[in-house]
């Protein structure tokens, strides 16, 4: 049973440009969560979503950052315009969704804005 | 919202010797997750925890969850160098069901000497 798959595990882009981050959850997990984690900080929640749904987008920037997770394929998380400050790990994970199922971690994806 | 402090922020154990990890919430924990994470890598799930006083070990790591649900410690046994890395608590918000994601500490960082 593959886990939760990220990709790409790391991105360079300059500045201006898009990043677009994937996410499968496990199988059988209809819940997504991203997560961000700055140098020197800690991890920091982002977005919650189902399938067709943002449930929960309190941890999303106002600009340049959108999440989807459509009926088919994977969960995107989309940052637009780049700036240094973007770089970071971005980390996906999924459950069953209930209280007290598990929620796993992706192996992440590190952008680097250069 | 909720905040969760970890202590120590960092920890250098010669091997095999005892250890232990705390984690404090500022409100009632609902779930309380412990992952490891190793530099550079993805979380990887230890325990999760939901009762007021429950335990749980898995291999030389425990796991507590105190009565009023405010605190978690997480103890290794005859440390050894492959639990280096970064430990980190993350509470279910408000009554769990991942609406509100995982807050997280900051994390407790794990050396082990030889």
């Known amino acids: 049973n593959a886990g939760v798959m990220q990709n790409p595990r790391h991105l360079v882009r300059r500045r201006g440009q898009e990043a677009r981050l994937r996410c499968s959850p496990m199988k059988g997990h209809s819940h997504v969560y991203w997560y961000r984690q700055l140098p020197e900080e800690g991890l920091k929640f982002m977005v919650y979503l189902q399938k067709e749904n943002i449930i929960d987008e309190s941890g999303m920037p106002k600009e340049r950052f959108s999440a989807e997770f459509p009926k088919e394929g994977p969960s995107i998380l989309r940052i637009q315009q780049v700036v240094r400050g973007d770089s970071a790990a971005y980390f996906c994970a999924s459950s069953q969704g209930d209280s007290g199922n598990t929620i796993y971690f992706g192996e992440g994806s590190w952008l680097t804005v250069v | 919202s909720q905040e969760l402090e970890q202590s120590p922020q960092s920890l250098i154990v010669q091997e095999g010797k005892n250890l232990t990890i705390n984690c404090t919430s500022s409100k009632t924990l609902y779930g309380l997750y412990w992952y490891k994470q190793k530099y550079g890598e993805g979380l990887i799930f230890l325990m999760m925890?939901?009762?007021?006083?429950e335990e749980k070990s898995h291999e030389k790591i425990t796991a507590k969850l105190d009565e009023k649900k405010q605190q978690s410690s997480l103890h290794i046994t005859a440390s050894q160098p492959s639990h280096a890395g970064i430990y980190l608590c993350?509470?279910?918000?408000?009554?769990?069901?991942?609406?509100?994601?995982?807050?997280f500490g900051k994390g407790t960082h794990l050396i082990i000497q030889p």
């Open positions: 925890l939901q009762k007021g006083g």
């Open positions: 993350g509470a279910e918000g408000r009554s769990g069901g991942g609406a509100d994601g995982l807050t």
